[in-house]
């Protein structure tokens, strides 16, 4: 079984400043890794995904994430940050072999100006 | 623009009262899923479908009844509901189960208030 930790419940930032959003998982066979943001009074949106290869990926909006096995870690990152970018975000983890997705428990990112 | 439709975006019932929740995806996806999430909660996986097939029951309680006539449309009847069931309950689909590699698509869910 597979489960997900967001280690910052809150993160308040500043605009255009850079931010990092933490996800551990635990896992007992190889993971497809995910990174989904719920703008206010909507669903949840796919930023980006990790299944395999190269370990930096890239997503929507100018965030990306980075993959790495040893610390068990998937972190978001974006160099600079807009108003815009305010919302819950969340990690997400399912097993290679099959299994249904894991959320972590959310963080929510308050940009301010 | 989502491709997931859920409606209505928003209700508010009685406890006494029967309603239903819908959930269509134009996506052409095969598996179905209904979420619910309260504040400040993690998201909580209530039912999944694959092939129009129930393949999954969290243990959700008897006054919440899915149903999925086609891989097209997935339905929540609600009956006789408590005050802590007030949610957002979100609905997703994907292509099918045992890809676990292909993400969910969110509908912007319906939020239910029970007085």
């Known amino acids: 079984a597979q489960s997900v930790t967001q280690l910052d419940s809150q993160v308040p930032v500043f605009e255009e400043a850079p931010v990092e959003l933490r996800c551990n998982y635990s896992?007992?066979?190889?993971?497809?890794l995910f990174w989904y943001v719920q703008y206010p009074n909507q669903g949840l949106q796919l930023l980006l995904k990790?299944?395999?290869?190269?370990?930096l990926v890239k997503g929507i909006n100018g965030f990306e994430a980075e993959f790495n096995k040893s610390q068990t870690s998937f972190h978001l990152r974006k160099p600079s940050v807009h108003i815009s970018d305010t919302a819950e975000y969340f990690c997400?983890?399912?097993?290679?072999?099959?299994?249904?997705?894991?959320f972590g428990q959310g963080t929510e990112l308050s940009v301010k100006p | 623009e989502t491709g997931v439709t859920q409606t209505p975006r928003h209700l508010v019932m009685g406890m006494t009262n029967k309603k239903s929740l819908k959930c269509e995806q134009h996506l052409g996806h095969n598996a179905m899923y209904w979420y619910k999430q309260s504040a400040k909660k993690p998201l909580e996986l209530m039912f999944v479908y694959n092939f129009k097939e129930q393949t999954e029951n969290n243990s959700v309680p008897s006054r919440f009844s899915p149903e999925c006539p086609n891989s097209s449309h997935l339905f929540l009847h609600l009956h006789t509901l408590q005050p802590e069931d007030s949610a957002l309950y979100l609905c997703?689909?994907?292509?099918?189960?045992?890809?676990?590699?292909?993400?969910?698509?969110f509908g912007d869910g319906t939020r239910l208030s029970i007085l």
């Open positions: 896992s007992s066979v190889s993971v497809y």
């Open positions: 990790y299944l395999s290869g190269s370990t």
């Open positions: 997400a983890v399912s097993g290679a072999l099959g299994g249904k997705l894991i």
């Open positions: 997703a689909s994907s292509q099918a189960l045992g890809g676990s590699n292909q993400p969910q698509h």
